[in-house]
Structures are given as structure tokens and as C-alpha cells.
């Protein structure tokens, strides 16, 4: 059986941060120093963390969502970022309604 060949690690790199608008009134979203089409933002209520962040051209969004109280998680992927949310939080809540089945 042939070897798999491995992943290629990136080239190291200066890391960067993502920042908020000092402009905006209320700073809520993220976004890459120098990119601010690179996107990032956090939100929560009382059960439920979602992590939300934008392709590096701002056309499409991972969503990770992690359940507060187990730390179970799940990520959804879409080009929309609402639609990426929805998914997250279906996975994630997904096996709830297996185990009430």
C-alpha cells in the first residue's frame, strides 16, 4: 500500500489580528488588519456561542457553534451568512432530537 503523502504545513508567517472600526458606533464585527473584507464575529445567548468568520474575499462564512454547557460543537458552511448560522446550530442541536426520538 502506497504512503500518503502528507499535508504541506503553511511557510511561517507574522501573524496579524483582527480589529474593529474605531468609526462604527457600536464595534461589533472584526475584521483582518489590512483585509477588511476578512471578516470575524462572536455572538451568544444563554445556551448557545457562535463564532462566525468570512472567506478571506468576504463571499461565503464558516460558523462554529458551541453548545455552553456540554461544549459540544458543530460548523456550518455557506455562502450566506445566516445560512452557515442555521446550519451550525441544526448540527449542533441535531443530536438532541435524535436522543427525544
Do not use: C
Not at 5 to 11: C, I, N
Not at 19 to 38: C, F, K, M, S, T
Not at 76 to 95: M, N, S
Amino acid at each position: 500500500m502506497p504512503e500518503r503523502a502528507k499535508p504541506q504545513r503553511p511557510a511561517p508567517s507574522r501573524w496579524t489580528s483582527f480589529v474593529a472600526d474605531p468609526r462604527e458606533p457600536r464595534q461589533r464585527i472584526l475584521h483582518e488588519q489590512g483585509n477588511p473584507d476578512h471578516r470575524a464575529r462572536v455572538e451568544h445567548n444563554r445556551s448557545t456561542v457562535l463564532v462566525h468568520l468570512s472567506d478571506e474575499d468576504g463571499h461565503g462564512w464558516i460558523v462554529l457553534a458551541v453548545d455552553r454547557a456540554t461544549r459540544r460543537w458543530a460548523v456550518g458552511v455557506a455562502r450566506r451568512q445566516l445560512d452557515a448560522a442555521q446550519d451550525a446550530f441544526e448540527r449542533l442541536y441535531a443530536f438532541d432530537e435524535e436522543e427525544a426520538d
